[in-house]
Nanobody, 120 residues
Framework: QVQLVESGGGLVQAGGSLRLSCAASGTFFSINAMGWYREAPGNQRAMVAT???????NYADSVKGRFTISRDNAKKTVYLQMNRLQVEDTGVYYC??????????????WGQGTQVTVSS
């Protein structure tokens, strides 16, 4: 059983910062990619930031220059540092793990979601 536990969400004023964490547990051979997805009120879940096994990162245009995704492979944890938060960053943030049970395999799992609310 692979599980993702998220933490770090909360209420913050516009211009402030939050740091989200997502720790993976269970038995798997590899972490292929990790990322953060946001489900804003009334909107579909959309990619915010991803990081692949080689370290390459991708960001949604709306967060470039403000958010930074990073990882700690030893702890099987991915982080999202969110700076200069805006009201439109409000939403439920879901951690995404893509992992392998053997070389060349790929499976996916979602975290439980953590609420981020940015107030004006």
């Amino acid at each position: 059983q692979v599980q993702l536990v998220e933490s770090g969400g909360g209420l913050v004023q516009a211009g402030g910062s939050l740091r989200l964490s997502c720790a993976a547990s269970g038995t798997f051979f590899s972490i292929n990619a990790m990322g953060w997805y946001r489900e804003a009120p009334g909107n579909q879940r959309a990619m915010v930031a991803t990081i692949i096994s080689g370290g390459s990162t991708n960001y949604a245009d709306s967060v470039k220059g403000r958010f930074t995704i990073s990882r700690d492979n030893a702890k099987k944890t991915v982080y999202l540092q969110m700076n200069r938060l805006q009201v439109e960053d409000t939403g439920v943030y879901y951690c995404r793990l893509r992992y392998g049970l053997a070389p060349g395999t790929d499976f996916g799992s979602w975290g439980q979601g953590t609420q981020v609310t940015v107030s004006s």
